[in-house]
């Protein structure tokens, strides 16, 4: 799987970012071009939040237990996933406003690098590995793309 902390593979997801519009329909799913961005940042937000919400602790272990290895692991998400509650994005959503925001959080984890996250603790999924992180980062963003054809 591509390491999103590459130069070269983030600059491609930037570039695909970049040839979405906001009139761009999806392949599947209900989410519209600037909802789907939207959606893609929550995981950015709550990453670099000082004090993220966290799961209670049935609902943590109950993540960690069925839901990190679909998350972190290689397996590409299939199409129509559901989405966790935190993650819906309702009501509409300006387009270039989100679109900058991904690509902001997306160079902010190019200049903080590889080193910056080994170790590092997500709220839902506790410490992860920094190829956990990475598999995380491009695999949810990738297969967003790939729903909007781009």
């Keep these: 799987m591509n390491d999103i902390f590459d130069p070269d593979v983030t600059e ?6 970049h040839s979405l519009e906001p009139d761009t329909q999806p392949e599947w ?4 071009a600037a909802q789907m961005l939207a959606h893609c940042c929550v995981l950015y937000d709550l990453t670099f939040d000082p ?6 602790p049935i609902k943590g272990f109950l993540l960690k237990a069925f839901v990190k290895k679909a998350v972190v692991g290689e397996k590409p998400y299939r199409r129509s996933t559901p989405t966790a509650p935190e993650f819906r994005i309702a009501g ?3 387009f270039h406003l989100e679109r900058d ?3 902001a959080h997306l160079e902010h984890c190019r200049e903080l690098g590889r080193k910056h996250f080994d170790g590092r603790d997500y709220p839902n999924f506790g410490t992860l590995t920094v ?10 963003l990738d297969h967003h793309l790939t729903q909007f054809g781009v």
């Excluded at 004090?51 to 209670?56: A, E």
């Excluded at 190829?131 to 949810?140: I, N, Q, T």
Aim: net charge neutral; aromatic share 10%; glycine share 6%.
């Design 101 to 103: 925001r991904l690509v």
């Design 131 to 140: 190829d956990e992180w990475s598999r995380m980062f491009y695999k949810h």
């Design 92 to 94: 509409d959503r300006e």
């Design 29 to 32: 799913g209900s989410m519209n």
């Design 51 to 56: 004090d993220p919400p966290r799961p209670g």
């Design 12 to 17: 491609a997801l930037i570039d695909r970012i």
